[in-house]
T-cell receptor, first 112, second 113 residues
């Protein structure tokens, strides 16, 4: 199947860590992405990970990949009010299409 | 990263008319895509824009409704034809760079009345 699933909503307090989770079904996924969408804006590529990696860190962002369980997570350290947005995970496969298959998006609300 | 410009950023159109959306990239890219984001929903791929040949459409999308052009490696257009209120969505252009990084334009917010 092509399903990519995310929880719909997450609320955290400013300064705490946020963890956004994603599950996918296709074991042939090659790259997995995290995008951020602020109200009225397009998608901003935050980070991506190749499927043979377990972890990738980029400043406040940490991506963890459990390929056995097909589980991807995005951890945002020291969450700020500017991090409030919708976060999409997406996968692509090493076939000729290179198309992205998106999850439903997780709305992150950061409370002051 | 590739810089993608989409025009128009938003429009309100009458049903039955057509709108052409332009996507300009600041560098040559191999692959360009058009996605649709319906209100409150995730993104769905409409088609892959192929340079010099017909676009490759996903299931549920047809060329008569969403004709696409791609005359060169930096430019593409998507036309939404014979619009109805159900076509009200955000339409996003995307490009693939270095076979790994997929970037998006700011989108075109379309409202059909």
């Amino acid at each position: 199947g092509e399903d990519v699933e995310q929880s719909l909503f997450l609320s955290v307090r400013e300064g705490d860590s946020s963890v956004i989770n994603c599950t996918y079904t296709d074991s042939s996924s090659t790259y997995l992405y995290w995008y951020k969408q602020e109200p009225g804006a397009g998608l901003q590529l935050l980070t991506y990970i190749f499927s043979n990696m377990d972890m990738k860190q980029d400043q406040r962002l940490t991506v963890l990949l459990n390929k056995k369980d097909k589980h991807l997570s995005l951890r945002i350290a020291d969450t700020q009010t500017g991090d409030s947005a919708i976060y999409f995970c997406a996968e692509t496969r090493m076939d000729s299409s290179y198309k992205l298959i998106f999850g439903s998006g997780t709305r992150l609300l950061v409370r002051p | 990263s590739a810089v993608i410009s989409q025009k128009p950023s938003r429009d309100i159109c009458q049903r039955g008319t057509s709108l052409t959306i332009q996507c300009q990239v600041d560098s040559q890219v191999t692959m360009m895509f058009w996605y649709r984001q319906q209100p409150g929903q995730s993104l769905t791929l409409i088609a892959t824009a192929n340079q010099g040949s017909e676009a490759t459409y996903e299931s549920g999308f047809v060329i008569d409704k969403f004709p696409i052009s791609r005359p060169n490696l930096t430019f593409s257009t998507l036309t939404v034809s014979n619009m109805s209120p159900e076509d009200s969505s955000i339409y996003l252009c995307s490009v693939l760079q270095s076979s790994t990084e997929a970037f998006f334009g700011q989108g075109t917010r379309l409202t059909v009345v």
